[in-house]
């Protein structure tokens, strides 16, 4: 039958369609292109031109896309589904080079356009992240698994800002002022935010860990972003701005 949909709920369902550009040559291709397949040609002729001028109007751009290679990506959707034990070559971030891990993949997940994957790892006794653009070389072990029933992702990037773990989450306030401040107040940036002004500028309290995802983002805002607390994450932020400056001493000099 022929659904009878408002030109609201076809703009949406093209901007899913184009969210999910990034499933191309994954295991979800097939299925997903097959779904939209149907929910299109029921339209009828009448909608399918307006789903063409929609095409014309509505887009979706993102900047910094993760760079995951899909065959890892196939490779540990389909081990998260089957529930296989798999080990690969892992570069960590801060490591000189990669390093075997055996792990059981519970989830996969998109965070700021780029994948991770959420998984226990035995030898470290508890679920640790891996950003996938660092896998290499995906095997499965033979082992098999269940995820854990109380797995939940929410519960453990609770106190996270974007992905990076940060500790126990704590009270932190950053004061915007000038342009920074009226973009930070148009976009949710955590669940637990709350915005207030002074007379400087625009106040964002939020509870959070204090992780590495979090100092790049305030820095990212340059002197328009003002840590008032915790005193420690002010303090790492003055070095870190000094060591900025350092890095361009001189610049503009003749």
Same mark, same amino acid.
């Given at each position: 039958? /022929?659904?009878? /949909? =408002?030109?609201?709920?076809v703009a949406a369902l093209l901007l899913a369609q184009k969210s999910l550009e990034q499933f191309r040559g994954t295991t979800f291709e097939r299925p997903l292109a097959a779904a939209f397949r149907k929910l299109s040609s029921s339209l009828g002729? %009448?909608?399918?031109? +307006?789903?063409?001028? $929609?095409?014309?109007a509505l887009s979706v751009r993102r900047s910094g896309t993760g760079l995951a290679d899909m065959e890892i990506f196939d490779a540990l959707a389909k081990a998260v589904m089957d529930g296989a034990e798999v080990q690969f070559a892992y570069h960590k971030l801060a490591g000189d080079k =990669? %390093? $075997?891990?055996?792990?059981? *993949?519970y989830h996969l997940g998109c965070i700021e356009d780029q994948w991770y994957l959420f998984a226990h790892d035995a030898s470290r006794g508890a679920v640790r992240t891996f950003a996938l653009p660092?896998?290499?070389? #995906?095997?499965?072990?033979? #082992?098999k698994f269940?995820? *854990?029933?109380?797995?939940s992702l @929410?519960?453990?990037l609770e106190g996270s800002f974007a992905v990076f773990e940060g500790g126990k989450a704590r009270k932190v306030r950053i004061r915007f002022t000038g342009v920074a401040g009226r973009l930070v107040g148009e976009r949710v940036w955590h669940a637990s935010q709350k915005i =207030? @002004?002074?007379r400087r500028g625009l106040i964002l309290e939020m509870n959070v860990g204090l992780s590495p995802d979090l100092r790049q983002w305030i820095l990212g805002w340059g002197e328009e972003a003002e840590v008032l607390e915790p005193s420690d994450l002010r303090a790492d932020l003055a070095a +870190? +701005?000094? @060591?900025? +400056?350092?890095v361009y001493r001189g610049v503009g000099k003749d």
């Open positions: 039958p /022929v659904m009878k /949909v =408002s030109q609201g709920e002729g %009448e909608m399918e031109v +307006a789903w063409h001028d $929609l095409e014309q =990669s %390093e $075997l891990r055996t792990v059981q *993949p660092r896998v290499r070389d #995906v095997e499965r072990t033979g #082992v269940r995820r *854990p029933k109380n797995f @929410a519960k453990i =207030s @002004a002074d +870190a +701005a000094k @060591a900025v +400056a350092r």
